[in-house]
């Protein structure tokens, strides 16, 4: 999140509106609901934006800094929009041994972006897990939801290639 | 194939076979259990096509038996061979032949086929032959024994004694004993395993106090990390008088390098949840709650599902199978934070909070969620318990040591042959995991130590890996237990390099709330990166000692009194590394980066 600017504000869609009135509705009567109320947000829109951080302090009460605080404490909430397909390197020590840092360097080569960034297009975006508990398959890279195992640099250009083709056939 | 087949496929969890996954495994009446490794579309097509239609093996996917048999009782029908010596040659391919030349010899080759395995779990012991149904195995066979192997033990069914393998297994699965057993998505399939009997019995039969009693009597340490006695936990919880009482499942493995907690979430749900549901009669909670990891979607989906499937037979929710007592379950997503492994953080979280954690006591067995007793259990820890209660404390107690009872799931990955699961009777040596179990070092290059416990462990070097494993013996070598990752390093892995990413990993997590941790590791991983360019000066090692000292101290949660200890260790065992950067200045610092880099063999440059 470091150094990204925020979208501008704008106004929610009435089915955004419905659609955390509703999540607030299920998650009415448990405690401690913030985390997954923010969780289900982020697997909807792929971000929380701030239009439905600002509704929810309205809808909940909870003041819209204690929002933050929680959105920003956390590595796996976003705060903005993300590229049409996320490539994942994971970090874990077994990976990192194996060469993960390599393919992080050639993935932002390529990219012409940084870890944590989203390409001009909009088409990709690059970030680092922790570990995803694939250690067997190290190194490992998520493309798109889906684990590749024993990945080499060599590899990584037809990772991004084949992306391309996909995006190509479908237009 | 000619009418409609009637082979039922079934979906089982995680088998722990991380080297060789994905696997398939093939049961057919009257013949033997065949697990199939490396399995990609092309060889799922032929073990389809070759095994279940023709009834033939395939060549080089068999993960050969783990049981070893005695006594052959009937006919052979197959051989599985495998070169199981460090250098491995094509040994195999030629001695395949000359086997398969001398069955052909004595009118056996069409019923017995010759086979190479991709695996049979034994190393270093020359060439291996496996007969199967028997599971009795060979090694050290050499081509003479070939003529005996086939007029002996193929025809006159009679054992080659001076050849017979017998090991006994190093490993015993306690937690992991259905994992890669049980569809994990289907109650039934794990009902037919036993699940739910021991929480039924304790329900029925026994009073909260023998469920914590028989948890005492087995010994059974908190397998998250520090090791804290559960009985001693639960009786702690249960004894304060409150309106409400929680139990939490910490499944939230935020250690790099380890995936044992995964495995056991996806292989064996069930598990998990009927030691949740024991805890909270043992120590009478309402409510309990799995904290795990948003980035594990696939173990939230199968907890989730074992959950709703409970609740559907009453054996959750209101009025447990009529006996009057009433307990829930749900998950809490956890959302990227380390820190939140540690109890009063992961409690901030649960709550809606971000995750700091706050000094103890009071204890959370005192006042936790909600300001009420809460008991938290790791993944393996709950696993355990449900085994624990139907076989009884004593049962259990038998594995291990005097201090450090039972068994430990390790998960074993970096420079080794065959990443994998192991689960071990404690006082095991960590060289016989690596080298019995998982077949020693990766593409020949000498092992340099053995890292446990993650970002809040250390380093075992080569020459200390025979000693056991219990908690007591890793703190003294500067390590931890930990959840129980593995990692095994090689000549090529540079430890000043492997400090200072143990320790980034630590600054970044630090939640910042206390000095020491947030000021103290951010100032000692400038030193070290300072060092790894070879810009190091005479002093720095004792600073980054002091330093170490003062998180240790003074630090308010066991991240931060943790976190220096990879550094530690490595300065313990491996401070000529740390001098060579410092004296050999920024021109040795650049070769060797530069070697790594380009995946070289360290000592060549230096």
Known sequence: MNNTVLPPLRDLEPEVQQEIDECVERWSDQEGNLIMILHEIQNHHGYVPREASLLLAEKTGVPLARIYEVLTFYHYFRLVPQGKHQITVCNGTACYLKGSARLLSELENRLEIKEGETTDDRLFHLETVRCIGCCGMAPAVVVDGTTVGKVATTDIAGIIEKIHIQEETNE | MAAKCQIPIRRVGSYGYAFADPLVEVKTAGAPTILYGLVDEEAAAAIVYQH????????????????????????????????????????????????????????????????????????????????LPSGVTYTNVLSRDITRLVTESVQKQEVLDHLLYSSPDLQERIVLRNCGIIDPESLDDALRHDSYKGFVRALTEQSPEQVIDTVKTSGLRGRGGAGFPTGVKWELTRKP???????????????????????????????????????????????????????????????????????????????????????????????????????????????????????????????????????????????????????????????????????????????????????????????????????????????????????????????????????????????????????????????????????????????????????????????????????????????????????????????????????????????????????????YARKLKKARAEGRNLKDVV
């Not at chain 2, 048999?69 to 250098?87: E, F, H």
């Not at chain 2, 997503?333 to 000094?359: D, M, N, Q």
């Open chain 2, 241 to 587: 008088e409150a309106d409400r009482k929680f139990v939490i499942c910490n499944a939230d493995e935020g250690d790099p390098g380890a995936f044992m907690d995964r495995s056991v979430l996806e292989g064996d749900p069930h598990a998990v949840l009927e030691g949740l549901m024991l805890a909270a009669f043992a120590i009478g909670a309402c409510k309990g709650y799995f904290y795990i990891r948003a980035e594990y979607p696939l173990a939230v989906k199968r907890i989730q599902k074992a959950i709703d499937q409970t609740r559907e037979r009453g054996l959750l929710g209101e009025n447990i199978l009529g006996s009057g007592w009433s307990f829930d379950a749900a998950i809490r997503l956890g959302a990227g934070a380390f820190v939140c492994g540690e109890e009063t953080a992961l409690i901030a979280s649960i709550e809606g909070r971000r995750g700091s954690p706050e000094p103890r006591p009071p204890y959370p067995s005192v006042q936790g969620l909600w300001g009420k007793p809460t008991s938290i259990n790791n993944v393996e820890t709950l696993a355990a318990v449900p085994w624990i209660v139907a076989k009884g404390g004593e049962a259990y107690a038998r594995f291990g040591t005097e201090k450090s009872k039972g068994t430990k799931v390790f998960a074993v990955t970096g420079k080794v042959l065959n990443a994998q699961l192991v689960e071990v009777p404690m006082g095991t040596s960590v060289r016989d995991i690596i080298f019995g179990i998982c077949g020693g070092a990766q593409d020949a290059v000498p092992i340099k130590g053995v890292q446990t416990g993650g970002p809040s462990g250390g380093i075992i070097p080569e020459p200390y890996l025979d000693t056991p494993i219990t908690y007591e013996n890793l703190s003294e070598l500067g390590s931890i237990m930990g959840s129980g990752g593995m990692l095994v390093m090689n000549e090529n892995d540079c430890m000043v390099d492997v400090a200072a990413f143990y320790l980034k990993f630590c600054v970044d997590e630090s939640c910042g709330k206390c000095a020491p941790c947030r000021a103290g590791g951010y100032q000692m991983l400038q030193l070290l990166q300072k060092i790894a360019k070879g810009r190091g000066e005479p002093g720095d090692l004792d600073l980054i000692r002091r330093i170490c000292k003062a998180m240790q101290c003074a630090s308010l949660c066991g991240l931060g009194q943790t976190a220096p200890n990879p550094v530690l260790s490595s300065l313990r065992f491996f401070e000529d590394e740390f001098l060579a950067y410092i004296e050999g200045g920024t021109s």
């Open chain 2, 52 to 131: 279940v239609g023709q009834g033939k093996l395939l060549d080089g996917h068999i993960i050969g038996s783990r049981q070893r048999g005695k006594t052959i009782d009937g006919p052979v029908t197959a051989i599985l061979v495998r070169d199981s010596s460090r250098d491995e040659g094509d040994k195999t391919e030629f001695f395949k032949e000359s086997i398969h030349a001398e069955l052909t010899e004595h009118g056996l080759a069409d019923t017995v086929q010759v086979v190479s395995a991709l695996d049979l779990g034994i190393y270093d012991e020359g060439l291996t032959v496996q007969l």
